[in-house]
């Protein structure tokens, strides 16, 4: 059975403050690592990891996978009250097209 | 845009009442998921369907069914709602060996509670 852990379950820093948010996963024929953003609503996506060592970047948001020690990490630089919501993690197989999610890390951010 | 709507935002009902929650999607996307997601749990599948009239069991499908008639429609029924099921569930949708669609498509979300 797919397994998704994340760490830290929930984290508050400072305004300006720089995060990292991890991911480690046990899957049978993985085929990608996904990371979305939660506030109130639907989650939202912010990355798709297929390959090791490549760094995926958005704005001030940057996501890894490493691939052979099975985990990913989501950097938030100069962190804004904004950022604050549930960071999840998923991740697929090539066996179907199910994603498996980890329980998300609960991020808050203060003025 | 993809757009998944969920026909509620907040639904109450009684223990023992037969609950219905619709997902529609406009995309013409093959799969589409029930999930639904609790404190501490993270998102589970209950069900998901690659195909009109096919279904199949996720990670918890005691006490659901689901239903797709047609492509664009996902239905999850509660035969009989317990307090256990109060839970936000969440519907989505992708295309087959979607990742070019980068995942899942949410919907916002129906916050069911049984009293």
């Known amino acids: 059975e797919d397994k998704v852990v994340q760490s830290p379950l929930s984290l508050v820093v400072h305004e300006g403050d720089t995060v990292t948010l991890n991911c480690s996963y046990e899957?049978?024929?993985?085929?990608?690592l996904l990371w979305y953003k939660q506030e109130k609503k639907a989650p939202t996506f912010l990355f798709m990891l297929t390959s090791s060592g490549i760094e995926k970047k958005s704005g001030r948001l940057s996501s890894i996978l490493d691939k052979k020690e099975l985990f990913s990490i989501l950097n938030i630089t100069a962190t804004q009250t904004g950022d604050s919501a549930v960071y999840l993690c998923?991740?697929?197989?090539?066996?179907?097209?199910?994603?498996?999610f980890g329980t998300g890390t609960r991020l808050t951010i203060i003025p | 845009d993809v757009k998944v709507t969920q026909s509620s935002r907040y639904l109450v009902k009684r223990t023992g009442e037969k609950v219905f929650l619709e997902c529609v999607q406009d995309?013409?996307?093959?799969?589409m998921f029930w999930y639904r997601q609790d404190p501490g749990l993270g998102l589970r599948l209950i069900y998901f369907s690659y195909d009109v009239k096919m279904k199949e069991k996720g990670d918890i499908p005691e006490g659901y069914s689901v239903s797709r008639e047609k492509k664009e429609r996902f239905s999850l029924i509660l035969e009989s709602a317990s307090t256990n099921q109060t839970s936000m569930y969440l519907c989505?949708?992708?295309?087959?060996?979607?990742?070019?669609?980068?995942?899942?498509?949410f919907g916002s979300g129906t916050r069911l509670t049984v009293v």
């Open positions: 998923a991740v697929t197989n090539f066996g179907n097209e199910k994603l498996t």
């Open positions: 995309m013409d996307h093959e799969n």
């Open positions: 899957v049978t024929n993985f085929r990608s």
């Open positions: 989505a949708s992708s295309q087959n060996r979607g990742l070019r669609n980068y995942g899942y498509t």
